[in-house]
């Protein structure tokens, strides 16, 4: 047997002669790795030249509907006997952390039942209520103390590195801290959320908890803001850089979750993971594809950072004479690009028009609409506006002869610099001409401005 392989024997009543599949967790994917074909007997080995990454394995049935768990770690020399007429009951030989692990998952089973079973009489006889709760007290620190147990006897181990990676952080109570600071839950259930999680220890990503864990960590305990997310990104791919598969864990999971921003200010996440982790580096399992992805994005996102100075749009107007969006003079403006031909565009612009004549006005806004050409319909821009009577607005046009002569120029053109990706998209600008929202609704609009004034 190679020193650096693995040889899982097997043996998985009642199949035989059929395939039965090796995968593992990672993230919400379970990718298979191997698979074999059972003998006559049931009987067959997963074999491999090279050691696998440690983590929670999963042995497939034939039809791959269902599964049973393994641990894999140091130790990937050994045997299973596994019955579906009583699959609890598989029997590891020659793996102790297996063995660990089936008496970990019983003891689990039996007192979470029981504490199901307490949590039932506790609902149908409240008049017992202090005797129940106390029952379940004792059970939880009973498998506290399991636990604990394992996590001292083997401190490396594989099933020690799970058990505390998925141990939940218990505040102090009555903490003098407490008294003095509303916050203080929140702050120490936050600094101790990764106790004992180390970010280069690759065994985690092959979890079913460890991306739930992290997307909870980011969505509850960091505060929403680019500086803050961009600092716990930070801090955790420095420790994921010295293993490559962590690393490429966390930042496929970053670049998916944030290439689509769910918040305006998620955008200066984006670029930041472009400029530090992929603009001049390479990956061996990252595709030309996938960087032209991630790359392309973080372009059209680079000019358009909530927060920064929106880019300068000069174009002719109605009348042919070039106008720039720089030198509008008013304490907020809102540039509306759109399409002549746009059925949306045709219902959101008199919405706008609308809400700028009642409210906006008076609060010293202005319109800048940059109405985008794609099917050559310049008359039918000038009708709607005409038609419409949106005179109060600076209006520009954007050819396609001019928008290929930028980029023919080297020089990015207006739907880049905007990141258009459908029509109308609104960005609210305030004096400096600094983004205030970006690919907002009128009615958002309207709260932004409401909620500024309000704030005064």
Not at 110 to 132: C, E, N, T, W, Y
Not at 299 to 305: E, G, K, Q, R, T
Not at 307 to 326: H, M, Q, R
Request: net charge positive; hydrophobic share 35%.
């Amino acid at each position: 047997m190679a020193q650096d392989g693995y040889e899982i024997k097997i043996s998985f009543k009642p199949f035989k002669n059929e395939y039965i599949y090796l995968g593992h967790y990672y993230g919400k994917q379970l990718p298979i790795i191997d698979s074999v074909k059972l003998n006559e007997k049931g009987e067959a080995t997963f074999k491999g030249p090279k050691k696998l990454g440690g983590g929670i394995y999963l042995v497939g049935y034939p039809d791959r509907s269902r599964h049973f768990e393994v641990l894999l770690d140091k130790n990937q020399k050994f045997s299973i006997a596994a019955d579906t007429a009583n699959i609890q009951n598989i029997v590891f030989t020659g793996s102790p952390e297996n063995t660990a692990f089936k008496a970990y998952q019983a003891f689990m089973m039996q007192h979470g039942q029981q504490i199901d079973a307490l949590g039932r009489q506790l609902q149908a006889s409240p008049q017992d209520s202090v005797k129940l709760r106390q029952q379940i007290i004792d059970l939880n620190a009973k498998i506290k103390k399991y636990r604990g147990d394992i996590i001292a006897k083997e401190p490396d181990g594989i099933l020690s590195a799970l058990l505390t990676a998925m141990r939940e952080p218990e505040v102090p109570q009555n903490h003098p801290a407490a008294a003095k600071d509303s916050m203080f839950a929140y702050k120490y259930y936050k600094a101790h959320y990764w106790d004992g999680v180390n970010f280069y220890d690759e065994r985690l990503v092959r979890t079913p908890f460890f991306e739930p864990k992290l997307q909870r960590y980011f969505d509850q305990l960091v505060y929403p803001s680019a500086d803050s997310v961009n600092k716990e990104i930070n801090y955790m791919l420095g420790y994921a850089s010295i293993n490559e598969e962590m690393q490429r864990f966390l930042l496929l999971h970053f670049a998916n979750r944030y290439l689509n921003q769910k918040y305006m200010w998620e955008d200066a996440v984006f670029v930041n993971l472009y400029e530090k982790y992929f603009a001049n580096k390479t990956y061996p399992w990252l595709t030309e594809e996938g960087k032209k992805v991630i790359t392309n994005r973080a372009y059209s996102l680079m000019a358009n950072i909530t927060g920064g100075a929106a880019a300068d749009i000069e174009l002719p107007d109605t009348k042919g004479t070039k106008k720039n969006l720089y030198n509008v003079q008013a304490p907020y403006t809102l540039v509306a690009i759109w399409d002549p031909t746009c059925g949306h565009c045709k219902e959101v612009l008199p919405k706008l028009d609308s809400l700028y004549q009642k409210k906006w006005k008076a609060q010293g806004m202005k319109l800048f609409a940059m109405a985008k050409e794609t099917d050559g319909d310049k008359k039918g821009w000038l009708d709607f506006i005409t038609e419409h009577k949106l005179q109060d607005w600076t209006h520009v046009y954007y050819s396609k002869d001019a928008d290929k002569a930028r980029i023919a120029s080297g020089v990015p053109g207006y739907s880049q610099l905007y990141d258009v990706q459908s029509f109308p998209t609104l960005y609210l600008l305030d004096k400096d001409k600094r983004i205030i929202a970006k690919k907002v609704t009128e009615a958002q609009v309207d709260e932004i401005l409401e909620h500024r004034k309000s704030n005064k």
